[in-house]
């Protein structure tokens, strides 16, 4: 078994410290050791995308990363994304109004994708969004709502923006 690692990592907005295996993932060491189960895990194989943070502002699988890969990172799940008072997030408010979340499980994976696409490409258009979202799995909505969720932000976003 290999020696255990001190992970200093800051985790939506907070530094953590945390010791950990070197084969944990960061999904283990998000829903495990900092109770953060926003973060979902389902196939655990990178594929479904229910595991999605940003990982210094970029989307990646917290199923496929090792904790120790996120070292001196800063990482934002879903639980970043409402204000502390619960007032939904303008994307949060959209998946909601767009009925763009029907079961939820696969919901934080796409908040978080959709949260990192639109930071990175704020000038996306319908067709970038839909191909950036295929990344992620949804056996429930068919993702028109999702899509649609996602395109109503952007528009906002880009209409708040002088």
Do not use: W
């Not at 934002?76 to 949060?92: H, I, K, M, N, W």
């Not at 009925?99 to 000038?123: D, I, K, N, R």
Request: one cysteine or more.
């Amino acid at each position: 078994m290999s020696d255990p690692h001190l992970l200093s990592l800051t985790v939506n907005g907070t530094e953590h410290e945390v010791v950990v295996e070197p084969r944990r993932t960061l999904s283990d060491v998000l829903r495990g050791d900092l109770r953060l189960t926003g973060t979902h895990v389902g196939c655990e194989h990178g594929v479904c995308g229910a595991c999605t943070v940003l990982v210094n502002g970029l989307p990646a699988r917290a199923c496929l990363m090792f904790a120790v890969q996120a070292e001196g990172s800063e990482v934002r799940t879903v639980e970043s994304l409402a204000s502390a008072d619960g007032t939904l997030s303008d994307l949060q408010q959209a998946f909601s109004d767009h009925h763009g979340l029907q079961c939820g499980f696969c919901t934080p994976g796409f908040l978080m994708l959709a949260e990192g696409v639109l930071t990175e490409s704020p000038g996306a258009d319908r067709e970038e969004l839909r191909e950036a979202l295929s990344a992620n799995l949804c056996r429930c909505t068919g993702y028109q709502t999702i899509v649609d969720a996602v395109c109503a932000t952007a528009a906002a976003r880009k209409e708040a923006t002088p």
